[in-house]
């Protein structure tokens, strides 16, 4: 309830971006049709996928597997909007990616995207509190204080706040990027296998807490695994394979 | 994201980066460049303002005619005209003695009012402008060297003076060597008694004016229209420095021993800021993932620039006036009049010129920084940078070289200077790096160490050839500005031969002839007298000079000033007779002996004609022959020589030299007491004040030299730290083919020892080309080598790049430790 209220607040209290306006009668905040990415270089460059279509609905969770090099990490960056795909086109909460300028892509993500990342990207000079701050001072939240001592206290880390990331173990590092993550009540979240560099227990506690925000904040959630636990535990799971995505 | 919490982040990150070894070397450069520069201006203009600057305080006056003759009446009936005030000064070089002591000094004569603008202070304070008849001020200096105070009564020529009075400051101390040493100011009145000033002697008339702005225009410019070549003009509303050789010549010597350390910090900050930006891809990438924009990046990072800046210019300003305090007291006690403080204004030269370099070095890595693509966070290789363009790095070499220029003066400097080092790093590099191999080959055939270095020789080529080129040249400058420091001082001493004479007597008079010879030849002493008659040359083969020689000859000193002319019926035994022969003793013909190298300027030969103007009279002599003078035998020598008769008529003084050692100093008091007039120049003393001046300075540049050679380790330090941490993966990668990680660490020592030793020799070779042309070209010294930096450079660079490399080592460890 009272975070309803913060959110309220903040959309009051702003003027209201263009990202703001979505389509009410349509669900969906990803959708990507026809994507191929192809890098550059000799013999016609480096074909990655050809012709991938991806449609996500509020809330849903979904993972991408795959081998290595199959692609994903590429493919997670083009639905993020850091990379342009070669061909095909991103439509981003109603707004659609091409054409969009570095500024504009930046003011989205700080409002409604996140990233949970393999190896954490904590800022090491920062504490766990600042660390979190700063995504809410980025994105213009009126108490930004205050917002991520909740969102710390909410993850288990009550007692960490002034610790900074190399006064903590791998597990506790990715609660604050999860915790950073989430303060920012993102519409979207993206993960590049944020369990990689975790042990099994430490893996699956971060998982529930994933999870469990996923459900609470009805945040659309798309990560990239190996782990077939963590696959499982996903609505829907995607393989790219020979530069195909097949639904399995 | 608000400015201020993007300041806030920036002061977080500014104080955590100082963990970074990047980001230390970034503000050590900007301290070093700001305090350099900083101490440079300011330590110029103390010396400018106390030395060449014609403010009226220093003048004594509005406007200043100098002459080696008293002014002209029509001058004063001008300036009279014109409703200026005047006064006239007489300035000359004297002994002064003591029961005790004797010192060469500078005499000022002077009559009220004086001096007509500045003030001259004195301690105690006194109620008349100028000494009353009988009494003498002495500056402080003149006392302490005397040994003397204030009451004691001293000898000028034939009078004693009571010092009534020290003089604190005074204007008007004239200029050149004069204004050096120690000064005594008398009355007007008193000068004639002292009978040191005969005709012949040589003596500086100086006439002060001062008078409302347009009159004093007005007179200089009626003044300037026909000046003789011996007269000056000063003016405070014109914009012509005082001559003050020596010290220009130190104070562009300093310039340039600085402008080495600036380029030195020019290149520490691109190699630091460049490992810093590259340091900071992870997190700016990180930052735009969370949504900051990237002009946001780019002013964040901006403002951690700014803040270490303004850390490096307070400290750095900080530190360069305490830098100018120890300087200031170095030169305090050589120079009488001492430093006026530095216009502290100039004080802003130094962050400036830093701020401009870090904005001009720093932009493209700072753009880069915020440029780098989010989705490198998902990728760790992508996160590395794309290099500057030539182009790009084109510009900021001419951007840095328009900075210093700027704080240099001289653009053709900066150019010079800038080129100079870009092309000496380079062939010097290329140079270095062509032992490599061979020692590589040689070290081969003794370990296995040895094969695997010779595998990274081969390897990391152009890696060699940029550390080589920077580390030559940084030995090379710091040990050839150590050697000409310590060197040509000394040489030049030596050079002086053990016999030569160290003191001068002038100013004799043909009745002291007698009395004076009979007086040395008592004392063990049998110097040769020299006959001295002040003469011009105005007529080459009866015709004017000006008709005759080129542009470039008729500024020959010879033509422009009053010569020092004598006869002889002998060739003095010093001098060689290269061309005709010289006159017999009675011959009744004018004939003159002429100097080779003047011959040679004005194109004389055997058999042309001279016209003189000697005393108001013509006189015409024939060239008889041609001598080769040694003049730094300090002997009395002259340009031209006449024949007996023909000087016969003539005023003349006596000049002779001669050489008293340690004990026999009581002579030249008891010489001063027996001819008062004589003018004795204790050559010793002479050259003592003017040797003293250069060590002071040299002193004083030792100060930057400290300053430069920290920025050289620095430098050294970081690239070793860079090298070092690229090797980290290498040396795991031949750790798990096989070796220890103890070999790896051998294999570094031995690689960057052999590195160390290969510049350290070539430094060697560079600095003796360099000192080579110093020594050859600058002082026309004959070239010495110096095997002591043969062995000691390769010394030298072997430990700096061992110990560097040890230390770097520690650090890395522990940082690793740290990070994981
Ligand atoms: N900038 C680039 N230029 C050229 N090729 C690239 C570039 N980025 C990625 N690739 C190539 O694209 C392919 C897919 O890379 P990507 O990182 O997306 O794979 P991945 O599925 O995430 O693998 P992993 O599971 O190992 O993380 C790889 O073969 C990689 O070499
Ligand atoms: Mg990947």
Redesign the interface.
């Known amino acids: 309830m009272e975070l309803l209220h913060a959110k309220l607040d903040r959309s009051n209290n702003q003027t209201p971006s263009i990202f703001d306006m979505q389509t009410p009668e349509s669900n969906a905040v990803l959708i990507a049709t026809g994507l191929n990415k192809t890098f550059p270089g000799d013999h016609g460059g480096l074909n990655i996928f050809n012709n991938i279509s991806i449609h996500a609905d509020a809330g849903e969770s979904i993972a991408i597997i795959g081998p290595s090099g199959a692609g994903k990490?590429t493919l997670?960056?083009i639905l993020a909007g850091?990379?342009e795909p070669s061909q095909g086109s991103i439509e981003l909460l109603g707004q659609s990616l091409t054409g969009l300028d570095?500024?504009s892509r930046?003011?989205?993500?700080?409002?409604h995207i996140s990233?949970v990342?393999q190896s954490f990207?904590l800022?090491?000079?920062?504490t766990a509190l600042?660390n979190v701050q700063?995504?809410l001072?980025?994105?213009?939240h009126p108490e930004p204080l205050k917002q991520a001592g909740y969102w710390l206290n909410r993850v288990g880390l009550e007692q960490r706040h002034q610790h900074t990331p190399?006064q903590m173990s791998g597990g506790e590092q990715q609660r604050v990027a999860i915790a950073?993550a989430f303060a920012t009540e993102p519409s979207l979240l993206f993960a590049?296998e944020p369990t990689g560099n975790l042990d099994d227990k430490t893996g699956t506690e971060i998982i529930d807490q994933l999870f469990e925000l996923n459900q609470q904040l009805n945040t659309t959630l798309i990560l990239i695994t190996h782990d077939a636990s963590l696959a499982q535990r996903c609505q829907r799971r995607l393989q790219l394979h020979n530069g195909q995505l097949l639904e399995l | 994201m608000r400015p201020k919490q993007l300041i806030n982040l920036a002061l977080k990150q500014s104080r955590s980066d100082l963990r970074t070894f990047e980001w230390r070397a970034l503000l050590l450069a900007l301290l070093l460049a700001t305090t350099l520069a900083t101490f440079l201006t300011l330590l110029g203009n103390q010396l400018e303002n106390g030395l060449s600057r014609q403010s009226a305080s220093v003048l004594g006056a509005d406007l200043t005619l100098s002459d080696s003759k008293p002014v002209s009446q029509d001058d004063i009936a001008t300036a009279d005209a014109l409703k200026l005030q005047h006064t006239k000064v007489v300035q000359f070089s004297s002994m002064l003695s003591t029961e005790e002591q004797i010192l060469l000094s500078s005499i000022r004569a002077v009559e009220a009012p004086y001096p007509l603008r500045g003030e001259l202070r004195t301690d105690p304070p006194q109620s008349t402008p100028i000494p009353r008849p009988g009494t003498a001020w002495a500056e402080q200096q003149l006392l302490q060297r005397m040994g003397v105070e204030v009451g004691t009564t001293i000898s000028l020529g034939y009078s004693s003076f009571k010092i009534t009075a020290a003089i604190i400051s005074s204007p008007d101390r004239g200029n050149g060597f004069r204004s050096f040493s120690p000064q005594l100011l008398i009355n007007r009145q008193d000068l004639e008694a002292t009978r040191v000033v005969q005709p012949g002697s040589r003596i500086g008339y100086r006439t002060l004016f001062s008078g409302t702005e347009p009159q004093i225009r007005e007179y200089a410019a009626q003044l300037s229209e026909d000046l003789t070549p011996q007269q000056r003009l000063w003016s405070v509303y014109a914009d012509q420095p005082m001559a003050a050789g020596a010290l220009t010549n130190a104070s562009s010597f300093l310039r340039m021993t600085s402008l080495f350390g600036l380029l030195l910090c020019g290149l520490l900050i691109t190699l630091s800021l460049r490992r810093y930006s590259s340091a900071q891809y992870r997190r700016s990438a990180l930052l735009k993932c969370l949504g900051l924009k990237p002009k946001q990046v780019l002013h964040l990072y901006l403002i951690k620039l700014i803040f270490g800046w303004s850390l490096a210019a307070i400290l750095g300003s900080l530190i360069s006036i305490i830098l100018l305090q120890l300087t200031g007291s170095l030169l305090q006690t050589i120079l009488p009049a001492g430093l006026p403080a530095p216009d502290y204004r100039l004080s802003a030269v130094g962050p400036l010129l830093s701020l401009a370099l870090l904005l001009v070095i720093g932009f493209s890595p700072l753009l880069q920084i915020s440029r780098i693509p989010v989705m490198g966070l998902l990728r760790r290789d992508q996160l590395s940078h794309q290099g500057l363009s030539w182009p790009a790095r084109l510009t900021i070499l001419l951007l840095t070289g328009v900075v210093i220029a700027f704080y240099l003066g001289s653009a053709i400097n900066a150019l010079v200077a800038i080129l100079l080092t870009v092309g000496t790093i380079l062939v010097a590099g290329v140079f270095a790096s062509l032992f490599l191999p061979p020692a590589g080959r040689f070290l081969a055939r003794y370990s296995r160490l040895g094969r695997l270095l010779g595998f990274r020789i081969r390897q990391q080529r152009q890696w060699h050839r940029i550390q080589l080129g920077i580390m030559s040249l940084l030995l090379a400058l710091l040990s050839s500005l150590l050697l000409s420091q310590t060197e040509l001082v000394n040489r030049w001493r030596e050079q002086i031969p053990q016999d030569t004479p160290n003191q001068f007597v002038i100013n004799i008079q043909p009745w002291e002839l007698e009395p004076l010879s009979e007086f040395l030849q008592q004392a063990g002493l049998s110097p040769n007298l020299y006959p001295m008659i002040r003469g011009r040359i105005t007529l080459i083969n009866d015709q004017l000079p000006a008709d005759v020689l080129t542009p470039e000859q008729l500024q020959h000193n010879s033509l422009r000033r009053e010569l020092n002319l004598s006869w002889a019926a002998q060739a003095p035994k010093h001098n060689q007779v290269i061309a005709g022969k010289w006159w017999p003793t009675d011959t009744p013909d004018n004939l003159i002996s002429v100097e080779q190298e003047l011959a040679e300027s004005l194109g004389l030969k055997l058999g042309d004609t001279v016209g003189f103007e000697i005393a108001g009279q013509k006189l015409s002599a024939t060239v008889s022959n041609i001598r080769q003078v040694e003049w730094r035998s300090f002997r009395p020598n002259f340009y031209l020589i006449f024949s007996p008769k023909a000087m016969e008529q003539y005023p003349q003084t006596y000049i002779t030299s001669f050489k008293l050692s340690g004990e026999q100093a009581e002579l030249s008091r008891e010489l001063l007491k027996q001819f008062p007039a004589l003018t004795l120049i204790d050559v010793s003393q002479w050259i003592d004040q003017a040797s003293e001046l250069i060590t002071r300075l040299i002193q004083a540049s030792t100060l930057i030299l400290g300053l430069t050679l920290c920025a050289g380790l620095l430098l050294v330090q970081l690239l070793l730290y860079q090298e070092l941490e690229q090797r980290r993966h290498e040396n795991a990668l031949l750790q798990v083919l096989g070796s220890t990680p103890g070999q790896t660490r051998r294999l570094d020592l031995l690689e960057f020892a052999l590195l160390g030793f290969t510049s350290g020799a070539m430094a060697a070779v560079l600095a003796e080309i360099v000192t080579g042309l110093i020594s050859y070209r600058l002082l026309n010294l004959p070239l010495i080598l110096h095997p002591s930096i043969w062995v000691l450079l390769p010394l030298t660079g072997c430990a700096v790049f061992t110990l560097g490399t040890l230390i770097s080592r520690r650090r890395s460890g522990y940082q690793q430790l740290r990070q994981t």
Do not use: C, K, T, V
């Open positions: 990490s997670l960056s850091l990379d570095e500024e930046a003011e989205l993500r700080s409002n990233f990342f990207q800022l090491p000079e920062l600042d700063l995504a001072e980025i994105q213009g190399a950073r590049d």
